[in-house]
Nanobody
Framework: QVQLVESGGDLVQPGGSLRLSCLPS????????MGWYRQGLGKELELVAI???????TYADSVKGRFTVSRDSSKNMVYLQVDSLRPEDTGVYFC???????????????WGHGTQVTVSS
């Protein structure tokens, strides 16, 4: 099955930026939709961004205007640019292929280890 490796997380101050990367073992061009999730300590897993092949990206209201999802099939990478970071953005960020059914997006692959983003002064 496709393996996922996330990277790019770090400790940053409020207002800072990071670029998170997702390396699927299968080319992103063969995956229709990739999603970025995050899970804060004691919080539920939250789907924050979706990149659909040849479609417009979708964002959760909590990150709209601050996060940007993109893919570069030539480098086999999917990215999440996170700007204007807030303490509430702290958490482990994961990527996964997502599929739409039953009125919602659902992850379809085994989870990777994620990458930790900590926003603190």
């Amino acid at each position: 099955q496709v393996q996922l490796v996330e990277s790019g997380g770090d400790l940053v101050q409020p207002g800072g930026s990071l670029r998170l990367s997702c390396l699927p073992s299968e080319s992103p061009s063969e995956i229709y939709a990739m999603g970025w999730y995050r899970q804060g300590l004691g919080k539920e897993l939250e789907l924050v961004a979706i990149n659909e092949d040849r479609g417009s990206p979708t964002y959760a209201d909590s990150v709209k205007g601050r996060f940007t999802v993109s893919r570069d099939s030539s480098k086999n990478m999917v990215y999440l640019q996170v700007d204007s970071l807030r303490p509430e953005d702290t958490g482990v960020y994961f990527c996964n292929e997502v599929t739409w059914y039953d009125g919602a997006w659902h992850p379809t692959l085994n989870w990777g280890h994620g990458t930790q983003v900590t926003v603190s002064s």
